[in-house]
Nanobody, 116 residues
Framework: QVHLVESGGGLVQPGGSLRLSCVAS????????LGWYRQAPGKQRELVAH???????NYGDSVKGRFTLSTDSAKNTVYLQMNSLKPENTAVYYC??????????WGQGIQVTVSS
């Protein structure tokens, strides 16, 4: 089972930016799906962004144009750059990676709070 560790969360004012990082314990080329999800209090976990088989990146409708997913295979890391943050972006953000043999793995989650 891959071990995923997220970092970079915290408190930011509306309109600010944060960059989340997710470091995997093995080569991210092992995974066909790399992405980020989030869960706000009282809501279901939802897709923020993911990339499948190194192809196009898919974004949730509410973050398109503001959030960017990127990868650094040399560091086994997936990033989520979040710009123009809004209070409704407050949630616990989870890194997720899937491979065909082991299924999906989740990070422990990291809190992002957007508030003045």
């Amino acid at each position: 089972q891959v071990h995923l560790v997220e970092s970079g969360g915290g408190l930011v004012q509306p309109g600010g930016s944060l960059r989340l990082s997710c470091v995997a314990s093995e080569n991210i080329f092992n995974f066909y799906s790399l992405g980020w999800y989030r869960q706000a209090p009282g809501k279901q976990r939802e897709l923020v962004a993911h990339i499948i088989n190194g192809g196009n990146t898919n974004y949730g409708d509410s973050v398109k144009g503001r959030f960017t997913l990127s990868t650094d295979s040399a560091k086994n890391t997936v990033y989520l750059q979040m710009n123009s943050l809004k209070p409704e972006n407050t949630a616990v953000y989870y890194c997720h990676m899937s491979d065909s043999s082991r299924g999906g793995s989740w990070g422990q989650g990291i809190q992002v709070t957007v508030s003045s």
